[in-house]
Structures are given as C-alpha cells and as structure tokens.
C-alpha cells in the first residue's frame, strides 16, 4: 500500500503552539487551569508535523466472527443469541440494498451476512441495479423524503418502476423473508403476490416530514409490505403495517471502533500536532454547516477564557463538495491564528485516524444543528468519552442529558459545558463510562443482530 | 465468599430445580403519540399494554446502567421535555414492583397525570419540546444453560447469566407471578424453605443500583443466607 506524506489535508492555523507544562494527562483525569487566561506564555516549538495517511484505501480486513465478540458482550449474551437464532435454522433471508460498496447500509450488511450465516439463516444479498437516471431519480427522492423542494413527473415515476421490474425479473424470491433497503428497490415488493415469503422495508431515512408527492408516490409500495422498520420513532410514518425500531449501531470491532495501542494513539496525535499533555476537545464531522463547526470554534474560544484546552476539528467533505470546502474557509477565519485549533480534513479511509483522535480526545463534541441519528455520537460513547451534543435528530435517544452525555442547545451552552466537564472530571468519567454501557445495550451490532433474529422469529410465527 | 459455617444451607438439594431463563424484546413503533400532558393522558388510556410494560419495566433494562435520575420514560419526558418537574418526581416515585398488572400500573400512571393536570389545568395543552412516542415490547422468552438443584449452584449461576436473565427472574417476573415477588425468592422460599432470604431479596432498590449492582447484592446477601 502506498503511502504519502501529505495525502491527508492538515490544515493546521499555525506552525508552532504552546504546550503548558502545568497541564498534565487526558481522558477526564487532567489537572486544567481554571481562570481568564490561557496559558501562553511558554516557549514555542515545533508542533505540527505532516500526517501520514495513505492516498488509496487499505485492504478491508475480513468480517469478525461470533466468537470475536464474546470479550465485549459477554458468553451469556452470546449464548442467548445462539440460542434465540435455533428455531430458525434451514430459514433463509434475502437483503436488498442498492449499493454494495460506500454508504451505511452497504456497510452494516457487509458485517450482518457473515453473522446471519454463522447463526445458520442463510442470509443473500442482491444489490439492484440501474442506469445513471434511475439513480438520478432516487437521489432526488432521497432528497424529497428528507423534506426537500421536489416536482415529481410521470417520466420519473415510469423511470423508477422501469428499473424496479427489470431488477424484479432478474432476481429470484425464493427465501422465507425478503428485506428490502431504502425506497430505490421498494417496488419489488409487486413481487410478493407470487412468493410467500414475509416482506420487510427498511427504511434507513428520516420519514418525519417527506415531500407528499414521492411520499404518495411510494406509500401504495410500502402498504403491501408485511412491515416496516425505521430508526427512529420520530422518523416513521402512521403506516397500516406493524413498524419496528431498529437503531442505527456500530460494530465494535471495525476500524473506527476497535481498541487500539496506546503508541498509535500517540503516533496519530504526533503526526497532527495533538499536544496529548493538554485537554483535546475534538469534533468529528464533515465540513458541513448543518454541524456547525464555526459554532464549535466559537465555544471553544468562549471556554478558552476560563479553561486551556485544544480544539481539534476533523472530517472530509472539503475536498470533493465544493459547500464543504466554503464552510472549511468560514471554520479558518473563525479559528483565525490560535495556534490550538488544529483543522484536519481527512479522507474517507481514515477510520483508524478518527478513531486514534476520539480516544484521545479528553470530550467529544457533536454541535450539529440537524442530525440523523448521529453516529459519530454512538461512537465517542462507546469509547467512554464524556460528549456534548446538540439535542437535535436521534442524538436526544444516545445522550440522555446528565446521565451519558450532555446536550446543548447553543453555542454558549457548548462553550459553558466544555468549561464545567474539563473542570470536574470526576462527572465527566461517569457520565463517558454510562454513555458507554447505553452503546453496549442498545446500539452494537451484535444487540441490532438479535433484533433481526427476533423480528424473523416474529414474521415467521416462531416467537 | 460463601460462608462455611452452614454448608447445609448451601448443598441441601431442592425437590424441583431453578431454570434461568431470560428474555428479548423487539420494539414496536405505536400509532400513539403525544405531543401535550393532555395528549400524554389520552394515549395511556388507549395504548396497549405492551407499551406500559416497555416504558417502564422494559426502560429500566435499556438502562441497567444508571444508578439515579432515570426511572421510566414517561417521567423523563416530563421532566427534560414538559419542564414539568413536579409531575417527574410523582412519576419517577413509582416503583414497579408494587405492581402485578400491567392494568394497575397503568391506573396508577393515569391517576398522577391527571391528578397533577386538576392543580395545573394550564399544563394540559402546553406543547412539549420534543414528542413522546409509545412504543411496546414484544418479547421472546429464552431459555438458558443454567440450572441451579441448590443454593450454592443457584449462586454460582447468578454470577454467569446475562443481565437480561437478573430483569426477567427479578423484576419482570411479577407480572408472571401475579405476587409482589420474584422467581429467585418464590423458589428459595418454596424449594430451599429460605424465607428470611427470600424476603430480604424484595427489599434490593432497583432504582439506586445498576443491574449489575443488583446481581453483586444478590450473590452477597445469599451467600450470608441462614437456614
């Protein structure tokens, strides 16, 4: 694998920083000064170093197994898994999604598939298939379904439901339970008067306010469905259908998840600069004005009038969005020339990168002003890091004010929280050690594996 | 540790063995939802009763974790999205295990909403911050490897289920039981004649301790236990 020194893009606002040597430790233990001052006054060195992050993707390394789990949940959680999945032994599942590579839900059955398998469900994954106007078509449905502005035409009604047969006709539903991803694929389900299997949607996207044109488009689709399931309660729709909730998890074993040495944890905050004696307050988000970076740069500064601390800002989105390389420039001029606010636009394969970052970080911020579930959330608090969030999207279900994290509402409650959880560090370790038994419980892959076991138990009358 | 000064407490055999189970529950988006105090009192009177068993005996297993602050989902939606502190408190009072129906407890959910709605008539309409959203609980019961023929098994087991076996014998059991009880102490009084045990186990605060915690406070309390 080849590598450069410069592929990802530091972009650090100054050469130098001025590391204080009355700041010792990280991750809530950190003796902080308290006061109107930072701390400034010492001498400069050399900080900033050019990362080194490889220019083309790294080998995916093979799916975990079972087993490979059973450190973090335990053999008895395991054990009920196993045991919950028997009476489905010889069933078998189709997943249709219309991606196999890039993009969550490609992600999350890359790791299901294998999981199904080990439990004996045999478990398929068709991914469908389409022109550049088929994919056009649904990109502008995606964007209607989360709310937006969107003339549906009857060429691109046509267009869709031409795609969806031709897939349709190629594909064989022989499987007990056919589990259809997204709208691209949903009209496959004309399918199900000749097969009688149970047909589920998957519904990855926020539904809570869709335009009503593809809405009333789709909804006679999804009406013949068996069920639902939606990530959110607030995403879903008033459907005649059972709906189920499946929250969003994180696989604890991927590359952005996954425990790492404490030397490459150093090694990462050497080559970006991260001065790891001092306190890091760290964002991981694209550049994109919905996270509201230039609000994080304006607590930050606001909480640098009474605590030292770091602030790093970490994410892509610059490089190939040109709206995302406008809020790069607006988060520089608000950052201006504090030699503590280290920028970092990083490419998609940087999982272990962010991951080193997250772990650390002394807080995790998330100040997004609209949020799908928020993922990055799920992973600051599976990694026991005290996090301030904004209370928007499905953030409000992972951080339960007070008790796994903290949520903000505005720049000055980020700025006065970054202050108190940098001064009581005693609150901070509970509130991250909480946040991590809630991701534990509720949002792993493993826990999102025994929801499909069951909801197939339930469809197919083995409860 | 367990004690050495009556090992016959410990060994003495039961006539029928204890069976760990445990269970899993799917959710279920409801129709219901809440979006006002007023509508809140509304949708309890009509939700089913798997949606009283989730926000209350099922939360409190989605958060084992915490020890204070969190009680059932309809007095946190009161407090963090109605600002409505003193309904919380009443709300986050109820212990389910004074319950042994769903019927009652819903009761008794109705009655603090609209008793608290009577003195604050102009809360009734105020919309929340954030909806509420019944859900329910569909659950699959599971059995586990775990049997215990004594007490010094039956400890030994408690140290290896799963969290979700500790909920399913020891809170949601009640329900099953139809007694302000639980599977633990209903077989160490019947099967080991344990009654002082058995009481005592009643007396753990589920809503001061974790899961884990209640698990710790089990195996130490039963292995003090006394014929």
């Known amino acids: ?463 | 540790m367990i004690s050495s000064a009556t090992p016959d407490v410990f060994t003495r055999a039961a006539p029928s063995p204890f069976h760990f189970n445990s269970s899993s529950h799917l959710l279920r988006i409801e129709r219901e939802r809440a979006d006002s105090l007023g509508e809140l009192l509304d949708a309890l009177r009509s939700c089913p009763d798997e949606s009283i068993f989730q926000h209350t005996f099922q939360t409190l297993q989605e958060h084992h974790y915490i020890r204070e602050g969190f009680s059932n989902d309809f007095a946190h939606w009161a407090y963090t999205e109605c600002n409505e502190a003193g309904l919380a408190e009443r709300l986050a009072a109820i212990d389910v295990r004074t319950f042994t129906s769903l019927a009652s407890l819903r009761e008794q959910i109705i009655r603090i909403v609209e008793d608290y709605l009577k003195w604050n008539p102009l809360s009734r309409d105020r919309a929340a911050l954030e909806p509420f959203y019944f859900c329910a609980s569909e659950s699959v019961v599971i059995p586990t490897p775990f049997k215990a023929q004594n007490l010094r098994e039956f400890i030994e087991a408690l140290k290896r289920v799963s969290i979700h076996s500790i909920h399913h014998h020891f809170i949601e059991a009640r329900l099953r039981l139809k007694l302000a009880s639980n599977d633990f102490s209903a077989w160490l009084e019947k099967e080991l004649g344990l009654r002082q045990a058995a009481a005592s186990l009643n007396r753990i605060d589920i809503y001061t301790l974790t899961l884990e915690d209640v698990r710790n406070q089990l195996i130490r309390m039963l292995s003090s236990a006394r014929a």
């Open chain 1, 1 to 463: 694998m080849s590598e450069t020194q410069n592929s990802g893009n530091i972009s650090s606002v100054a050469e130098t920083a001025s590391p204080s040597a009355e700041h010792n430790g990280v991750g809530g233990s950190s003796t902080v000064s308290v006061g109107p001052e930072p701390a400034t006054a010492v001498p400069k060195r050399e900080r900033r170093k050019q990362p080194r992050i490889s220019d083309t993707p790294p080998m995916a390394p093979p799916p975990p197994r079972l087993d490979d789990y059973e450190p973090i949940i335990g053999k008895p959680e395991l054990d009920e898994l196993r045991f919950l999945a028997t009476v489905l032994k010889g069933k078998s599942v189709k997943m249709v999604n219309s991606t196999a590579v890039g993009g969550g839900v490609a992600e999350m059955l890359n790791r299901l598939v294998p999981l199904m398998a080990e439990l004996d469900v045999t478990t398929h994954w068709d991914v469908i298939t389409g022109g550049n106007d088929f994919f056009e078509i649904t990109k502008a449905f995606h964007n209607a379904l989360h709310g937006g502005s969107y003339e549906l035409s009857r060429q691109a009604q046509e267009a869709f439901l031409a795609t969806n047969e031709q897939n349709r006709q190629r594909m064989a539903f022989e499987e007990d339970v056919i589990v259809i991803h997204d709208p691209q694929p949903a009209a496959l389900v004309s399918s199900k008067k000749d097969h009688p299997g149970k047909w589920v949607w998957r519904c990855h996207i926020d539904l809570s306010n869709p335009n009503p044109g593809v809405w009333g488009f789709l909804r006679p689709m999804i009406d013949q469905y068996d069920a639902a399931i939606f990530s959110s309660p607030k995403f879903a729709r008033q459907l005649a259908i059972p709906q189920y909730l499946f929250y969003p998890c994180i696989d604890p074993l991927s590359e952005k998840n996954k425990e790492l040495d404490e030397s490459y944890i150093q090694k990462v905050c050497d080559d970006f600069g991260v001065d790891r004696s001092r306190p890091i307050v760290t964002q991981i988000s694209r550049f994109d004005r919905l996270k509201d970076p230039v609000g994080v740069v304006q607590a930050y500064k606001m909480a640098r009038n009474y605590v030292d601390c770091q602030l790093v800002l970490a994410g892509g989105g610059a490089s190939d969005d040109p709206e995302g390389a406008v809020v790069l420039k607006e988060v520089q001029e608000a950052a201006g020339d504090d030699p503590d606010i280290i920028l970092l636009e990083l490419p998609p394969w940087s999982a272990l990168e962010i991951n080193a970052l997250q772990r650390a970080s002394t807080l995790i911020v998330q100040k997004s002003l609209k949020e799908g579930f928020g993922l990055t959330v799920t992973e600051a608090l599976w990694k026991s890091k005290p996090t301030i969030a904004g209370a928007v999207g499905g953030i409000p279900t992972q951080v339960i004010h007070k008790l796994t994290g903290v949520l903000v509402h505005s720049v000055e409650g980020c700025a006065y929280q970054i202050r108190y959880l940098l001064t009581h560090p005693e609150f901070a370790k509970q509130l991250g050690k909480n946040g991590h038994e809630h991701v534990k419980e509720n949002l792993l892959m493993t826990t999102n594996v025994r929801r499909w076991v069951l909801l197939f138990r339930i469809l197919l009358g083995l409860a």
